[in-house]
């Protein structure tokens, strides 16, 4: 398997401007989690989800930021609209369990 | 506020000495933890983890302490290779599946 696979591996956009991020799990993986990471708060889980099912959602910063996942090969991470502090790298995981995810390369976000 | 705190951003190990990286966290009900190492422009690797019913688990040349009076945690890295040098995040689970990191640490193993 080809691991997670994110898209696109660096995205620069204006102010304003809607923002969609893909995930690709692996195969077999019944968890899928997006992250974020920033310098000053490091890494913090989003929104995860099992069996294609938000399950928590409670670290999605506000209702600008949305994730879906219509099927178990497949999820987005939208924000719209976007703002500079939104910059960050966005990392996307799967796992069998919810204690041992495996990583994306990560989307380097820049909004200027 | 940072339930889960990493007060040393870096840490600089000669090779072939330990390194430790300490983690604390605030909320006594994290009932799992967990270690990550991160190489530049990758995402994290899961290392290691404990239940928060042990005080110790091992894994070849790694260990995690867990001290739950002190609510401290510590990952042991002995002995230490320059391809340890990586950024180590701690992390920890609250009962209701909610996951709540550090800020990583910087480890830079020295030939």
């Known amino acids: 398997d080809a691991g997670v696979i994110q898209s696109p591996r660096h995205e620069v956009t204006e102010m304003g401007q809607e923002v969609t991020l893909r995930c690709k799990p692996i195969?077999?993986?019944?968890?899928l989690f997006w992250y974020r990471q920033t310098m000053m708060r490091g890494l913090e889980l989003l929104i995860y989800?099992?069996?294609?099912?938000?399950?928590?959602d409670s670290g999605m910063p506000e209702d600008r930021f949305s994730a879906k996942m219509p099927n178990a090969s497949f999820s987005t991470l939208k924000i719209q609209p976007s703002e500079p502090r939104d910059s960050a790298v966005y990392f996307c995981?799967?796992?069998?369990?919810?204690?041992?995810?495996?990583f994306g390369q990560g989307t380097r976000l820049t909004v200027v | 506020d940072q339930q889960v705190k990493q007060n040393s951003p870096s840490l600089s190990v000669q090779e072939g000495r330990i390194s430790i990286l300490n983690c604390d966290y605030t909320?006594?009900?994290?009932?799992?933890f967990l270690w990550y190492k991160k190489y530049p422009a990758e995402g994290p690797t899961f290392l290691i983890s404990?239940?928060?019913?042990?005080d110790k688990n091992e894994d070849g040349r790694f260990t995690v302490f867990l001290n739950k009076s002190a609510k401290h945690l510590s990952l042991h890295i002995v002995p230490s290779q320059p391809g340890d040098s990586a950024v180590y995040f701690c992390?920890?689970?609250?009962?209701?599946?909610?996951?709540?990191f550090g800020t990583g640490t910087s480890l830079t193993v020295i030939p």
């Open positions: 995981a799967s796992g069998k369990t919810i204690l041992e995810a495996f």
């Open positions: 195969s077999g993986h019944d968890y």
């Open positions: 989800f099992n069996n294609n099912v938000p399950i928590d």
């Open positions: 909320n006594s009900m994290f009932d799992y």
């Open positions: 404990i239940s928060s019913i042990k």
């Open positions: 992390a920890a689970r609250w009962a209701g599946n909610q996951f709540y």
